[in-house]
């Protein structure tokens, strides 16, 4: 058996697999259906003259792992813009900017609403950052019981509380944690809708974390590569490529080959059998199942297909071609550089909650603005705005007989108004639309039911949970050699860039194991 390894997906997870394995001297290629690499982390010219981002813009994980900084990615040609500050929540006249410096976030609170919750926000977030970077740690290995126990252990000891508050605290709601904290409702809803965007409401148990992760980017801006989103995964391609591996595009996988429980290599769309040892799924983790075919028992495949839960997607986008910028009331120099926070109230959140999870587009959408070509102009041509408007939630099934075909432009204009509200006189600023339903995010991306982290993030589909726990040490039970990585496995969805190289991590362990394990194995008879 050759000592290949063949990456199945271009996106930036498996592009960090790829590029570890071929590090440490593997032959690898990656096999990619797409004409471009990334996938849900790439940039496309969608109009002339404009490069718009096809799903993720903003990165905020992948900063804090290292990896950009272990691979060298900046001498390949990223170059990471700072978003500082890192969100602007405007309330007609008035608004709260949120930087990296604690200082000016806690200014910019108590001028809107008042000492109490500026103080109360100062300590939120000196604690709950520093509980993350403990979460931040778990999330870098595989999700064992040992690697959570040893990199989780002592958050108790922080905080000064016991394990029965501190585990109260995790598994309470967001909206309750923030009851808990705070008195006014504006700062109350900055941090819900921006905590929210991993999919579960901040009424949901098991929620409090969602935002008080959002402490970490007091720690690190989120940045915005230059020239857009996938210049990350572009960079990782010459990363690959300076290893000696090798990016296939417009061949994808057609099935994974297996023999006597061992992986043998990847069957292109093309007819060509790539023999490999070792195979890293980068897609998703039901289309690796379905890539597997009957080398998995029947009752397993059908079990994996029933428990994991991908939901009923999460929402769409508008990339938008423009003559001006949104102006708000509240908004200064540097609120172009933030994720605007568009959504009056809590209420507000739940009512478009409520129609989704009823099956029909919100009414009344949250929005979510990025306007980076205020200082990035590679991405729209001058004089021109390129600007992305992210629209939460919105079910990829519909319950009213309406086709998101049909719908598109509507639900579209629908977040074009959203913007309007808070910043009067956007919408006439709008030359072009391009909108990405929850059916274009699968067609497209192959994101299935429009589900942008794959699988739920629920609390049940987290950690060793996810994506079940057959699944969840990155490798698939009965088939030697074969690795699962991307937004389908632990740490989840979002530009992390950790699943791959863990992933790729395992199977260099693997092919080399320890001394102890060799030994263990000789007298296993292995």
Same mark, same amino acid.
């Given at each position: 058996?050759?000592?290949?390894?063949?990456?199945?997906?271009?996106?930036?997870?498996?592009?960090?697999?790829?590029?570890?394995?071929?590090?440490?001297?593997?032959?690898?290629?990656?096999?990619?259906?797409?004409?471009?690499?990334?996938?849900?982390?790439?940039?496309?010219?969608?109009?002339?003259?404009?490069?718009?981002?096809?799903?993720?813009?903003?990165?905020?994980?992948?900063?804090?792992?290292?990896?950009?900084?272990?691979?060298?990615?900046? +001498?390949?040609?990223?170059?990471?813009?700072?978003?500082?500050?890192?969100?602007?929540?405007?309330?007609?006249?008035?608004?709260?900017?949120?930087?990296?410096?604690?200082?000016?976030?806690?200014? !910019?609170?108590?001028?809107?609403?008042? !000492?109490?919750? %500026?103080?109360?926000?100062?300590?939120?977030?000196?604690?709950?950052?520093?509980?993350?970077?403990?979460?931040?740690?778990?999330?870098?290995?595989?999700?064992?019981?040992?690697?959570?126990?040893?990199?989780?252990?002592?958050?108790?000891?922080?905080?000064?509380?016991?394990?029965?508050?501190?585990?109260?605290?995790?598994?309470?709601?967001?909206?309750?944690?923030?009851?808990?904290?705070?008195?006014?409702?504006?700062?109350?809803?900055?941090?819900?809708?921006?905590?929210?965007?991993?999919?579960?409401?901040?009424?949901?148990?098991?929620?409090?974390?969602?935002?008080?992760?959002?402490?970490?980017?007091?720690?690190?801006?989120?940045?915005?590569?230059?020239?857009?989103?996938?210049?990350?995964?572009? %960079?990782?391609?010459?990363?690959?490529?300076?290893?000696?591996?090798?990016?296939?595009?417009?061949?994808?996988?057609?099935?994974?080959?297996?023999?006597?429980?061992?992986?043998?290599?990847?069957?292109?769309?093309?007819?060509?059998?790539?023999?490999?040892?070792?195979?890293?799924?980068?897609?998703?983790?039901? *289309?690796?199942?379905?890539?597997?075919?009957?080398?998995?028992?029947?009752?397993?495949?059908?079990?994996?297909?029933?428990?994991?839960?991908?939901?009923?997607?999460?929402?769409?986008?508008?990339?938008?071609?423009?003559?001006?910028? /949104?102006?708000? #009331?509240?908004?200064?120099?540097? *609120?172009?550089?933030?994720?605007?926070?568009?959504?009056?109230?809590?209420?507000?959140?739940?009512?478009?909650?409520?129609?989704?999870?009823?099956?029909?587009?919100?009414?009344?959408?949250?929005?979510?603005?990025?306007?980076?070509?205020?200082?990035?102009?590679?991405?729209?041509? /001058?004089?021109?705005?390129?600007?992305?408007?992210?629209?939460?939630?919105?079910?990829?099934?519909?319950?009213?007989?309406? *086709?998101?075909?049909?719908?598109?432009?509507?639900?579209?204009?629908?977040?074009?108004?959203?913007?309007?509200?808070?910043? /009067?006189?956007?919408?006439?600023?709008?030359?072009?639309?391009?909108?990405?339903?929850?059916?274009?995010?699968?067609?497209?991306?192959?994101?299935?039911?429009?589900?942008?982290?794959?699988?739920?993030?629920?609390?049940?589909?987290?950690?060793?949970?996810?994506?079940?726990?057959?699944?969840?040490?990155?490798?698939?039970?009965?088939?030697?050699?074969?690795?699962?990585?991307?937004?389908?496995?632990?740490?989840?969805?979002?530009?992390?860039?950790? !699943?791959?190289?863990?992933? %790729?991590?395992? #199977?260099?362990?693997?092919?080399?194991? +320890?001394?102890?394990?060799?030994?263990?194995?000789?007298?296993?008879?292995?």
């Amino acid at each position: 058996m050759n000592d290949n390894a063949v990456v199945v997906g271009a996106g930036h997870n498996g592009l960090v697999a790829a590029c570890y394995l071929a590090k440490a001297g593997l032959a690898v290629e990656v096999v990619e259906r797409d004409t471009v690499v990334g996938g849900a982390v790439s940039t496309v010219e969608r109009f002339p003259g404009y490069r718009m981002d096809r799903g993720s813009s903003a990165h905020i994980m992948v900063r804090h792992t290292g990896i950009v900084e272990d691979l060298d990615l900046v +001498s390949v040609g990223l170059e990471y813009q700072d978003l500082d500050p890192w969100g602007f929540a405007p309330f007609g006249d008035e608004g709260i900017h949120f930087h990296v410096d604690l200082d000016r976030t806690c200014a !910019s609170i108590e001028a809107v609403c008042g !000492s109490r919750d %500026a103080d109360a926000y100062r300590s939120f977030v000196l604690d709950w950052s520093a509980r993350n970077l403990r979460v931040f740690q778990a999330f870098q290995g595989a999700p064992t019981m040992t690697h959570l126990g040893r990199t989780l252990w002592g958050i108790g000891k922080s905080t000064g509380l016991d394990g029965l508050e501190l585990s109260r605290q995790f598994l309470t709601s967001a909206d309750s944690l923030l009851d808990e904290h705070f008195t006014d409702e504006r700062l109350k809803t900055a941090l819900a809708w921006m905590g929210a965007q991993s999919g579960p409401p901040t009424h949901e148990v098991a929620t409090a974390d969602l935002v008080g992760w959002n402490t970490v980017m007091h720690l690190r801006p989120p940045g915005h590569p230059k020239g857009g989103s996938g210049m990350l995964s572009e %960079a990782l391609q010459r990363r690959l490529e300076s290893f000696g591996g090798r990016v296939r595009l417009g061949d994808g996988a057609a099935a994974i080959t297996t023999a006597g429980g061992r992986v043998t290599g990847v069957l292109t769309d093309s007819g060509e059998h790539l023999a490999a040892a070792h195979v890293v799924a980068g897609c998703h983790v039901l *289309t690796t199942i379905d890539l597997l075919g009957d080398a998995l028992p029947g009752l397993f495949a059908d079990r994996a297909r029933r428990s994991i839960r991908t939901g009923n997607g999460i929402g769409m986008v508008v990339r938008l071609a423009t003559s001006a910028l /949104p102006v708000y #009331a509240a908004g200064t120099a540097e *609120t172009h550089r933030a994720m605007q926070l568009i959504a009056p109230s809590r209420q507000f959140l739940r009512r478009a909650h409520g129609d989704y999870n009823a099956g029909l587009p919100p009414a009344q959408p949250a929005a979510l603005a990025m306007t980076f070509s205020a200082f990035d102009d590679t991405i729209a041509p /001058p004089g021109k705005h390129n600007v992305t408007v992210w629209g939460q939630w919105h079910p990829y099934q519909l319950s009213n007989g309406e *086709t998101w075909d049909g719908i598109r432009e509507r639900e579209g204009t629908k977040l074009v108004e959203a913007v309007d509200r808070a910043a /009067p006189g956007f919408a006439a600023s709008v030359e072009q639309m391009h909108v990405q339903t929850p059916l274009d995010l699968e067609q497209e991306l192959g994101l299935r039911r429009g589900q942008v982290m794959h699988v739920e993030m629920a609390f049940d589909q987290m950690f060793m949970w996810r994506p079940m726990p057959e699944l969840a040490g990155y490798r698939v039970p009965g088939v030697t050699g074969l690795y699962l990585c991307g937004a389908s496995t632990h740490p989840g969805g979002g530009v992390f860039g950790a !699943s791959g190289r863990s992933a %790729a991590t395992i #199977a260099l362990g693997d092919r080399s194991p +320890s001394p102890l394990a060799r030994g263990l194995r000789k007298v296993r008879g292995g």
